[in-house]
Each structure stands twice: as C-alpha cells, then as structure tokens.
C-alpha cells in the first residue's frame, strides 16, 4: 500500500467490524466486563473459574453443533443481583485477543475441520439496545437443555468445583477456597481423596503435558500444545507439529518423563533442556509456556489473561474521548496505517497506541475475518501479545514511532492541539474530548 495513499482518507470500513459504529460496541462491551470485577480478590478468582468452566462448555456446545446450524447462539451470562452481565463472553474475548493460541487451541482440542463461529458483537448490542439486558430466549433454550447449567451465573455461588482426576479419573469435588487456592498455588495440601494423587497448579500441568506427550507418542491422536502454529505466517500445520515433536522428544527422554511418579516442571525442563539444540529453544519455550500452570487444555491461561486485559478496559470507561466518532473514525485510518507497516517492517515489535489497540482487538474478536484479512493484506497472520516486558514495550514504541514517522511522514502520536477542530468539540459526546492518543502513550502489547 502506498505509504500517503490513506492521508486524505476521513475513515474506513474494515470487514464491516471495524469500523466507528463496532468500536462504540465493543466499548460498551467493556463497560460491561468492567462491571463484572469483583472486589474480594478470592472472590474474584472463583467468579472467573466458574465462567472460563462455562466457557469450556460453551466451546463443547459449538464443536459438538448440537444445534440448528441456522441459529447464531450468543453466549450465557453472569449476574450480580437483578443486573446482567456477560460471563462466557468476559474469558471468549480474551482467549480470542491471542489469535495464534486461539486458533491452535480450537484445531487442538476440537475437530481441525469444524468451523467456529466469530465473537457475535453486534448481536449482543443488539440485543442490549432491543431489551436492555442480555436476553435471547433461543440461545438460553439450547444452553440449558444442553450443558444443564443455569443461564445465569450467580457470583455468590460457594458451591464445591468438581475435577475428573487426571491420575485415576475419579469425579473429586474440591470445597471452593481450597480450589481458588491451588488454581494459584504451586503447592498445596489437596490431593485425590481416592488415588492421592498430589493436586496444585504445579502437578496438575505437569501432568497435563505428560499426557499429552504419552498419547502422542502412542497413537498420534494428541497434538502438543505450541507446535500447531508456524509462527513466521501464523498457518496450522500438523506436519510442523510433528516435526517439532520429533525434534524435541527421543523415546528415551519420553520414557524418562512419563516413568517419572513426581509431576514437577523441575524435572521435565531438566529432560528437555537434556536434548535440545540451539535452534530448538524457541520451540521449546513455546511448548512451555502452552502448559506451565495451565491445567486446563488450552495454551494460554485465560485468568491471567482477563486480568491483564482489565488494564486495557479501565483506559476505555474512563475516557469519553475514545467513543467519540470523530476519534473512532480517525482511528480505523490509523488502525489500517498500522497493519500496513506490520508488512512494511515485518522485524520491527510495533506498539499500538490507544485508539489503534481499540480497532485491533475490535477486528480480532471476529477471528475467522482478522485471520483473513492479516494474510491478504500483510502476508502472515499477524500475532497480538500482551506479556510483553514494559522495558521491550517502551523500546518496540520507540521503534513504531521512527517507523511511522518514516513511512507516512506524520507524528504516530498526536497532540490534542494537531486534533482537527471536529475532534476538540464532539457532537456525539456533548463536550470536550479532553484525552488525546499522547496521554494515552502506548498499550501493553505488541504484533509479532
């Protein structure tokens, strides 16, 4: 794309998602995910236990299409007293702000055939400016019959979770507290009241990954977590995973770690870091990161990754500015700008600011559209990574700064006194946009 091509442009429609009318959506949608933080911090952590279980379910739902392919479900939700909110959509949104671990762990864990619906935004807020909740009688129906679990979650509900033991499969019921505590714990004192088996989020992932290594290794019917995605282009590929595997894993160091009795992340990185070549350890720390403390099938850890979102989210309700149109429309420029220098400067870690991130995770909740539109336009599908070190972040802005400044020969961040006048006095929002993308500085993500 020619670097001046878009200076002229007032604004863009992006795959009919980003575009002003979606980012006023999804800012409401923030506003309701900010409602759903719970003050007690353990309290907190067992309201989203429970929704990323009814996120699984959620996800059961979709794979198994027990459903009248016709109808567009939209998610279950969570309640506190008589308001609603939106519990399943809260842990969906953040799985999807990761695009590659989101698109492994559905080809992974479900059918790589099976075709997953996209995040249902402008269904939600239609809904929400139809009745002012979030109610819709058909998706309800099919969610009850289906997973036998109440539409509403209820944060007050102390009730015990149920695991399957990974060790004998027994059914284990775990009072709450005990739960919370060692979903963050690497040690703890519960263990299988049947095999006594050791539970912590330390044994419980190891184990997971030891699983998977054995049935693997057995029958081929189980893909490691980290190796599904080429990362140079972000396209699936079962035969870079099993090269990946068989790089990684000789039957002697497979033997080593599923003969092993202690479940530790000691004694696997030992075996692993045993074998591997410098040009492996990449790989290595991919598949690592897919599984330490996760204890769950996914490869990313979707509480952690919530809550570094609340981050994002807490910029978006406290600041009007950001859902004014003039704002929104200059930002879908500056969003489309953005991703054509992600092919400009493919080496270079670019660091949005606020209103481009906005668009971003806008067009990356329609996952199946952002995959398609990344690799047409910028030749790969381009990753999103909010774990980035705020010393890399700071030096990656930089980096997007010069870069920008080169290609399109304007500022990346604009002063509210270069505001044009539309954005000073906004008619949708009544009053002074008083924050401009410099006081915002840059989001704590970048592409890759």
């Not at 997953?116 to 239609?126: A, E, I, R, S, V």
């Not at 330490?292 to 978006?316: E, M, Y």
Request: proline share 5%; aromatic share 12%; charged share 25%.
């Amino acid at each position: 794309m020619p670097s001046n091509i878009l200076n002229e442009v007032l604004f863009v429609d992006i795959d009919g998602v980003v575009n002003p009318a979606m980012l006023h959506a999804h800012v409401m949608l923030l506003i309701k995910f900010k409602a759903l933080e719970q003050s007690d911090e353990h309290i907190d952590t067992r309201y989203l236990l429970r929704a990323q279980e009814r996120y699984v379910l959620w996800l059961n739902l979709l794979g198994s299409q027990k459903y009248d392919q016709g109808t567009e479900l939209i998610p279950p939700i969570g309640a506190v007293y008589i308001t609603l909110f939106i519990d399943v959509c809260y842990i969906w949104h953040s799985h999807l702000l990761s695009p590659l671990r989101y698109y492994e762990d559905l080809h992974r864990i479900y059918d790589p055939q099976q075709k997953f619906p996209d995040f249902p935004l402008k269904q939600l807020y239609d809904v929400w400016e139809s009745n002012g909740d979030h109610t819709d009688p058909p998706s309800e129906k099919v969610w009850v019959e289906e997973t036998k679990q109440p539409w509403i979650l209820d944060p007050n509900d102390s009730s015990d979770f149920k695991i399957i033991c990974p060790w004998c499969k027994s059914s284990v019921q775990i009072p709450w507290v005990n739960y919370v505590k060692l979903m963050q714990t690497v040690e703890t004192d519960e263990s299988c009241p049947k095999c006594y088996a050791p539970y912590s989020i330390e044994t419980l992932s190891a184990k997971r990954f030891v699983d998977d290594i054995s049935a693997w290794n057995k029958d081929k019917t189980r893909l490691i977590g980290g190796t599904l995605i080429n990362r140079k282009n972000g396209t699936y590929s079962e035969e870079f995973a099993t090269r990946s595997f068989q790089s990684l894993f000789t039957t002697s160091s497979i033997n080593e770690l599923t003969n092993f009795d202690q479940y530790n992340w000691e004694h696997i990185v030992k075996q692993l870091n045993f074998q591997i070549k410098n040009s492996e350890e990449k790989i290595v720390q991919r598949v690592l990161s897919a599984y330490i403390g996760i204890p769950l099938a996914f490869s990313i850890d979707l509480i952690s990754a919530v809550r570094r979102q609340r981050k994002f989210t807490d910029k978006v309700v406290n600041n009007k500015w950001v859902d004014c149109v003039g704002a929104q429309e200059n930002a879908t420029v500056r969003y489309l700008k953005f991703l054509s220098l992600t092919k400009e400067k493919p080496s270079i870690p670019l660091v949005p600011t606020f209103d481009i991130d906005l668009c971003w995770h806008t067009h990356q909740i329609h996952a199946s559209l952002y995959r398609a539109f990344t690799k047409k336009h910028a030749g790969r599908i381009i990753n999103h990574d909010d774990t980035l070190p705020e010393k890399e972040l700071s030096v990656g802005f930089e980096a997007t700064v010069q870069a920008w400044n080169k290609i399109y020969n304007e500022p990346y961040v604009q002063s509210q006194s270069k505001h044009p006048k539309e954005y000073e006095v906004n008619e949708e929002c009544g009053e002074q946009c008083q924050q401009c993308q410099s006081e915002c500085g840059p989001e704590a993500c970048y592409c890759d």
